[in-house]
C-alpha cells in the first residue's frame, strides 16, 4: 500500500502557501468527532515483544491493536525503530508501510508523528551510541551537544522518524536517584545552557525536541523513582523550572513531555496549572504536551486521584495533555463516552486536536507529495561523522579528579594489571536509554551493531609495548569477593595497576544506574568498595578509573590512590578516550556537572545550597563538604585567573555589566581553561545559595598564553523567587566570582544594583554570553 499524491480528501489544509494556523483550522473544522479523538491517540505496533522497557507496562497489555488503533487516524506511532533490532533501510520501510496505512484508513490522508528515543542517540540498533548526557554536561560545552543533537536529529529525520523524546531537563537533586545519568547535572544555569543547545540541534535538523519531565520528577521523596516531589514553590521556581522555562521561550521546544511525580499531592499530569496556567498562559508555548507513557493511567491506578481510566483522561485533557503515548488507554472510547455525556467540552477536544494537527502541517505531513523519510538512499547510522562527533564528546568529558603523585600522563609501563567488573564490557560504557542496554538485553542472540571496544581493549592498543594482564576482582552488582585475590595478586606483580570500577546501567532494578534504579547509599555496587581497598593496598603505582552514572562516594579510594578519573556513560568511544587521557594524547578537560560526595556525604546534597545547608561547624554531626566540588576537573597543565574587574561598580536593576578576567596558561602544553561565574547575593529577602553559577566557556590555551575572558551579566541574572512567589531582582550588592570551580575561591568583584526592586518574567534575559575577547592580547609568556 502506498500513499497517494491526491488525498481522499483534500482542502485548504493540503496548502503550503497558508499559514498552519489556518491549515489546520480549515482541517479542524471539516471532521467528525471520531476523527478528532483518533488524532489524540498512539499505537505502539510490535509492543508486545518489547521487553521491559518502560515502569508497569504488563499492566497495560490489552491496548488496541495497530489495525484497531488507526480507524479514523492516529496522532503518534511509537518506537518503530526502538522495539526491537531493525535494520536501518527494513526499519525505514516498515514506519513507511505503516504510514501508508495510518493515511489510507482516514479520509484526509493524515499521517501519524513517529517519535523515537534519542537520550543517546537514536535508540536503535546498529547507531552510534554516545555518551550519556551527564557526560555532555561534562564537557561544558554547548557548542559540541549542538553538533551532536544536530548529527541525530539529522539520522532520525531521513528515516521518516518527527519527533525525539529528548533532552531530560530535570536538574539532580539527590545523586541517589537512578536517571542522574539521564540528566544534565545539578546546576540550573549549565542544564538549561546545555539543554537548549540540544533542543536547538535536534530540531534544526526538522525533528521535534520533546522536553522531560515537567516537572519536579529529580526531587522525588529518598530519591525513589515516581515518589512524590519534595520540593517548595521557590526552589520548584528558581532550580526546576528554569531549564524548561529557557527551552520554551529561547528555544521554541516544540513537545514538553508531563513528569510522573505529584508536587504537594497534584500529580504533573493532572495539573492544570503547570501544564496550561504557566507553560502556556504564561510562557506562550505553543507545541505540543504528550504523556509520559501511561501517565494518564497512572492517574487512576498509581496516584488514585480519579476512580477509572474515563476519569483519568478527563483530568488529563483537562491539564493540558495533548496526545496519549505509548499507546491509546484513555483518549479513546473513554473520551468519546464523555463527549456524548456532556463530561468533556468539544471547546477541550479541539483545542487540543488543533495543536495537534497544527504540529504535523508543520512538519510538513499534509503538504502534497508528502513521503515517509527524505531519501532512499542506504542510511548509515554509525557513520564517520556520528563517531567523530562521539569520539569528541567523550573525549571532553573525562574528568581528571586527581594526579597527586603526577603520575599521569603515564609513560609506558613495562606491565599494566588491568582490573574491575567496568574493564572488559562494553555495556558498562553505555547509558540505559541506548540500544544495547535498553533494548538488547532481551534480544540475547543479536550482536552489539557497533563497534565499541572496553576498556580493557582500548589500554591494550594505547601501551601496545606494555604487557597487559587483567582479572575482573568482582562483579558490577552481585557482592561477591571470590576474584579479589586473584586480582589482588596480578596487581601486585604489576608496575602499573588500572582499577576501572563503576556501574552498569539498565532498567527497573536490571542495573546499577538507570530509570528505576536507585539506591539507598552512595557506596559502589557490590563488592567494589572492598576490591579498590583491596587492590591500592597491593599495587605498587594506582590508577582509579570510575565509570559510571552516578557520583560515588569515592574520596577515601582518591586519597590512596595515585592518580583518579571520573568518567560518566562515555558511550561507544569512550574507552579511547579514558585510554588517551592516562597516555596524555588527550589532554583531559572534563569538569564536574555533579560534584563527588565526601565520605559521609548527607542527602540531597548539591552545591547548590543557602549558608546553613553547608555550615560544617558544629551544626550536623553530617559534614556536607565534597570530595570534590561541582565544577572541579584537573589537567595536564595549569591555569591562573587574575585581574577580575567590572566596567561598571553601580548599576541599574536592569542594567548590566562586564565582567572579565586574565585566564593563563601557566604549564608547559596546550590545554582548556573553564573559568566560571558565580554569583553570590548577600542579604536578600529570602535565602540565597551561597554560589550560583550564571556563566561560563572553554578557553584554549597554548603553554604560556594569556587571554581575556568577558562576560556579560544581565542584572536579570540575580533574579529570584521572593515571598510572594514573584520573580524579583533586588538593590543591593551582589559578589561576583570568577573561578574554577565552586569550591575554588577565585577572584570576586562587588557589584551595586541601583534602584527600585524590579519584577520580571520569561522575557528576562536568561544567559551570560561569554567568549574570549576579541580584542584581548594573547601574550606568550
Known amino acids: 500500500m502506498t500513499i497517494s499524491d491526491e488525498r481522499p480528501t ?130 561544558w560545552d554547548p557548542e559540541l551537544v549542538l553538533c551532536m543533537a544536530t548529527a541525530i536529529g539529522s539520522d532520525m529525520a531521513a528515516v521518516g522518524v518527527h519527533q525525539g523524546l529528548a533532552p531530560v531537563l530535570d536538574v539532580v537533586r539527590d545523586y541517589r536517584w537512578g536517571r542522574v545519568e539521564e540528566t544534565l547535572g545539578e546546576d540550573p544555569y549549565l542544564v538549561s545552557e546545555l539543554g537548549l543547545a540540544y533542543v536547538r540541534g535536534l530540531q534544526s535538523a526538522g525533528v521535534v525536541a520533546t522536553v522531560k519531565h515537567f516537572a519536579g520528577y529529580s526531587t522525588s521523596r529518598a530519591a525513589r523513582n515516581h515518589a512524590p516531589a519534595a520540593v517548595g514553590p521557590r526552589e520548584l521556581a528558581d532550580v526546576i523550572l528554569p531549564p524548561f522555562e529557557k527551552a520554551v521561550v529561547a528555544g521554541r521546544a516544540g513537545a514538553v513531555m508531563n513528569a510522573y511525580n505529584d508536587i504537594d499531592g497534584v500529580p504533573c499530569g493532572a495539573d492544570e496549572t503547570l501544564l496550561t496556567g504557566l507553560l502556556r498562559d504564561t510562557w506562550e508555548f505553543e507545541g505540543t504536551v504528550v504523556s509520559d507513557y501511561w501517565s494518564i493511567a497512572f492517574l487512576t491506578s498509581l496516584h488514585q486521584v480519579a476512580a477509572d481510566i474515563v476519569g483519568a483522561a478527563q483530568a488529563a485533557l483537562h491539564a493540558g495533555i495533548d496526545i496519549e503515548l505509548p499507546h491509546t488507554s484513555g483518549y479513546g472510547e473513554p473520551l468519546t463516552a464523555m463527549l456524548r455525556d456532556g463530561r468533556i467540552s468539544s471547546d477541550l477536544l479541539d483545542r487540543a486536536v488543533l495543536r495537534v494537527l497544527t504540529q504535523k502541517i508543520e512538519l510538513g505531513l499534509l503538504d502534497p507529495g508528502w513521503r515517509p523519510g527524505r531519501h532512499t538512499a542506504p542510511v548509515d547510522f554509525d557513520s564517520p561523522g556520528n563517531r567523530d562527533v562521539a569520539r569528541r564528546i567523550a573525549e571532553e568529558s573525562v574528568v581528571l579528579l586527581s594526579n597527586g603523585s603526577g603520575i599521569l600522563p603515564l609513560t609506558g609501563p613495562q606491565s599494566i594489571a588491568v582490573i574491575g567488573p567496568a574493564a572488559d564490557e562494553a555495556r558498562c560504557l553505555f547509558g540505559c536509554y541506548s540500544f544495547p542496554n535498553h533494548v538488547l538485553p532481551h534480544h540475547p542472540e543479536i550482536s552489539l551493531g557497533i563497534e565499541a571496544p572496553t576498556v580493557l581493549d582500548a589500554i591494550r592498543k594505547e601501551f601496545p609495548s606494555s604487557a597487559v594482564r587483567h582479572e575482573t576482582g568482582c562483579p558490577i552488582s552481585v557482592d561477591d569477593r571470590s576474584g579479589i585475590e586473584a586480582a589482588v595478586a596480578i596487581a601486585a606483580a604489576a608496575d602499573l595497576t588500572i582499577l576501572v570500577v563503576g556501574d552498569r546501567s539498565g532498567m527497573f532494578g536490571h542495573g546499577t544506574s538507570g530509570e528505576g534504579c536507585d539506591v539507598a547509599a552512595l557506596e559502589l555496587p557490590g563488592a567494589q568498595d572492598d576490591l579498590v581497598e583491596a587492590i591500592l593496598g597491593a599495587a605498587k603505582r594506582a590508577v582509579l578509573v570510575v565509570v559510571s552514572g552516578r557520583p560515588y562516594a569515592i574520596g577515601r579510594h582518591t586519597r590512596q590512590a595515585d592518580a583518579t578519573l571520573q568518567a560518566f556513560f562515555p558511550g561507544q568511544e569512550g574507552a579511547a578516550a579514558i585510554a588517551g587521557v592516562l597516555s596524555g594524547r588527550i589532554n583531559p578537560s572534563g569538569r564536574l556537572p555533579v560534584q563527588i560526595p565526601g565520605d559521609a556525604a548527607g542527602q540531597p546534597g548539591t552545591y547548590l545550597a543557602a549558608p546553613l545547608a553547608l555550615k560544617t561547624d558544629g551544626v550536623s554531626n553530617i559534614d ?51 573559568p566560571q561565574l558565580y554569583l553570590t547575593d548577600p542579604v536578600a529577602s529570602v535565602t540565597r545559595p551561597v554560589r550560583q553559577l550564571i556563566g561560563f566557556t572553554r578557553v584554549d590555551l597554548a603553554a604560556g598564553e594569556t587571554r581575556t575572558v568577558r562576560f556579560e551579566v544581565h542584572a536579570d541574572m540575580t533574579a529570584f523567587t521572593g515571598r510572594d512567589l514573584r520573580r524579583r531582582v533586588e538593590p543591593g550588592q551582589i559578589t561576583l566570582t570568577i573561578a574554577q570551580s565552586a569550591g575554588d575561591l577565585g577572584s570576586s568583584v562587588q557589584v551595586t544594583l541601583e534602584g527600585d526592586t524590579r519584577i520580571v518574567d520569561h522575557t528576562r534575559t536568561m544567559s551570560t554570553p561569554a567568549a574570549p575577547a576579541d580584542t584581548a592580547a594573547r601574550n606568550m609568556r
Not at 59 to 86: C, K, S
Request: glycine fraction near 8%; charge should be negative; hydrophobic fraction near 45%.
Open 10 to 139: 483534500t482542502g485548504l489544509w493540503n496548502d503550503p502557501a497558508l499559514p498552519a494556523s489556518v491549515r489546520a483550522k480549515a482541517l479542524l473544522d471539516v471532521m467528525t468527532e471520531a476523527e478528532k479523538v483518533a488524532q489524540l491517540g498512539s499505537s505502539w505496533p510490535g509492543h508486545d515483544t518489547s521487553g521491559d522497557v518502560a515502569p508497569m507496562q504488563d499492566t497495560f497489555r490489552d491496548a488496541q491493536t495497530f489495525h484497531e488503533a488507526i480507524v479514523n487516524g492516529l496522532g503518534h506511532l511509537t518506537r518503530v525503530f526502538g522495539t526491537a533490532p531493525i535494520a536501518a533501510e527494513a526499519g525505514r520501510d516498515r514506519l513507511a508501510a505503516l504510514q501508508a496505512e495510518v493515511a489510507a484508513a482516514n479520509r484526509f490522508g493524515i499521517p501519524a508523528i513517529a517519535h523515537e528515543e534519542c537520550l543517546t542517540g537514536f535508540t536503535t540498533w546498529q547507531a552510534t551510541v554516545y555518551p550519556t548526557p551527564l557526560a555532555w554536561a561534562a564537557t
Open 624 to 674: 556536607p563538604t565534597p570530595a570534590f566540588p561541582f565544577g572541579h576537573g584537573l589537567s595536564y597543565t595549569t591555569f591562573s585567573l587574575d585581574e577580575v574587574n567590572v566596567d561598571e561598580a553601580v548599576v541599574d536593576v536592569d542594567g548590566s555589566v562586564t565582567v572579565q578576567a586574565r585566564v593563563t596558561n601557566t604549564g608547559s602544553r596546550a590545554g582548556t581553561a573553564v
